[in-house]
């Protein structure tokens, strides 16, 4: 598809090695204390030539890097205090519903499918993969479980480079392995997990200056780092104060975000309806946001203000949010941190 920090235009791939040369170069570009790099390199490989992406040192050592960050190598991390976490999780939304503690207790006292009580399997739960065996099962035996959590599994993300699930449904068309079980299990597993990572890190064009954004992006969405500039803009230009988390519409409503309020007030500057406005921000999840007048047009004034072209990528301020993460971090944390790992496997790569 495209090389890491290609423009949006879709240009045309060297001629690429055979999977056997490739699987030889992520073995290589693999950190030396990692157990199995064959086993890591030959998934790589598949994820590669299976969605044809350029296999350069620069895309490999992106998917490396993201990898190292949210597991370190390990298919099935584990997570400390994950059973303490999502008993949290259920008596919260217990509360919620105005359920009773006793019920609670009771129902999860009940045997699962394996023989043992859903208690019992919360107290050693190590890892996400086991976490959402867990849920799959609570939800389809228990009564109780279904009101709690519908038909929705609340873990979100699993794998070696915890990936999102919802982006691995949306994604699976040209999953190249057959499978036994459902997909949210194939994400769990180190296949699975490698082929809709990297899809996720390397699977849209972006006009990037530098793969940080592409990092960032990873952590908060497509096109956020992109967004968020945009947002900076809009806010420099009219003076609101806006939240620079790269969503540009509110997420499953029709009414107006802070963002499209404060580009409406920018209309007649721009001679720009309210309407053209709003499907141009309805492209904020593609390239093709970059083509629209409002994009080319907000710059064009953003730029002769500042006296110079201002920055069209910056990292998003999200602070992130998991009952998992015991401390204060960032979007920004997690792409210099990603950013740092790639570049050291730049340097094993001679580069």
Request: aromatic letters at 8%; hydrophobic letters at 40%; glycine letters at 8%.
């Amino acid at each position: 598809m495209l090389a890491l920090t290609g423009c949006g235009s879709h240009a045309v791939l060297p001629p690429q090695p055979s999977p056997t040369e490739i699987q030889s170069k992520v073995a290589k570009l693999i950190p030396a204390t990692v157990s199995d790099r064959q086993g890591w390199a030959k998934d790589i490989q598949v994820a590669f030539t299976s969605q044809k992406l350029d296999a350069s040192n620069e895309n490999i050592c992106a998917v490396l890097a993201v990898t190292e960050q949210e597991s370190t190598f390990t298919a099935d991390p584990q997570v400390p205090g994950l059973g303490k976490i999502a008993r949290g999780e259920i008596d919260r939304r217990a509360s919620r519903l105005h359920i009773p503690g006793f019920l609670v207790s009771a129902a999860l006292q009940l045997p699962s499918p394996n023989g043992k009580s859903y208690s019992e399997r919360l107290a050693t739960v190590r890892s996400e993969k086991q976490l959402s065996a867990i849920f799959d099962d609570f939800i389809g035996m228990v009564p109780l479980g279904g009101q709690l959590f519908g038909t929705l599994n609340p873990v979100h993300t699993g794998g070696p480079m915890q990936v999102s699930i919802a982006f691995a449904e949306e994604h699976a068309r040209d999953y190249p392995y057959t499978y036994n079980g459902t997909l949210r299990q194939e994400v769990f597993s180190r296949r699975g997990g490698m082929y809709f990572g990297t899809a996720h890190v390397l699977g849209y064009p972006a006009n990037y200056p530098e793969p940080l954004y592409r990092f960032a992006d990873f952590n908060a969405g497509w096109y956020a780092s992109r967004n968020a500039a945009f947002q900076r803009a809009v806010s420099q230009l009219s003076g609101i104060d806006l939240a620079l988390d790269g969503d540009l519409l509110a997420a499953g409503s029709l009414l107006p975000s802070n963002t499209e309020k404060a580009v409406r007030t920018l209309g007649k500057r721009l001679d720009i309806s309210e309407g053209a406005i709003r499907r141009a921000l309805e492209k904020g999840d593609s390239l093709a946001f970059e083509d629209t007048d409002l994009y080319e047009d907000l710059y064009a004034l953003a730029d002769q203000r500042a006296g110079k072209p201002v920055p069209r990528a910056i990292l998003p301020g999200i602070t992130l949010q998991s009952p998992k993460i015991t401390r204060k971090l960032t979007t920004a944390w997690f792409a210099k941190r990603v950013d740092e790992r790639y570049r050291r496997c730049l340097q094993r790569a001679g580069r």
